[in-house]
């Protein structure tokens, strides 16, 4: 009986060590706690923020190919485009990790397989 204990509270101790490193804690930064009121500057920081991470993975390069149907050339012109390190296909019922790697791209799809949108994660 001790025995199983042990390997239960194991097995609760590794599973939950599991959660921990595949992303189970929050990576995002917290706003800082002075930020500004002014609601336009943050707009137009946000936009500047939302181009340049688009720009890590190649994501903002790739518009052209928004409405393509995800075939084998169209995945080189992306490989090409984008120059990015690493991507994956996500169609609506695919699991995903919620880990961030700006320079990976994602490639969202619909059932059938046509491009939806572009986005670097």
């Not at 984008?82 to 991507?87: D, E, K, L, T, Y």
């Not at 995903?96 to 490639?107: F, P, V, W």
């Amino acid at each position: 009986m001790k025995h199983i204990l042990l390997f239960a509270a194991m097995t609760a101790l590794l599973g939950l060590g599991g959660c921990a490193w595949w992303g189970g804690s929050d990576d995002a930064p917290s706003p800082p706690a002075n930020a500004s009121t002014n609601s336009a500057s943050q707009g137009a920081s946000g936009d500047a923020a939302e181009n340049r991470a688009q720009q890590a993975c190649g994501a903002d390069r790739l518009k052209g190919l928004t409405g393509a149907r995800l075939d084998q050339d169209v995945r080189q012109q992306i490989v090409d485009q984008s120059q990015a390190r690493q991507f994956r296909v996500l169609a609506p019922d695919t699991m995903q990790t919620m880990d961030y790697h700006e320079d990976r791209l994602n490639i969202r799809v619909n059932e059938q397989g046509v491009i939806q949108s572009f986005n670097c994660g």
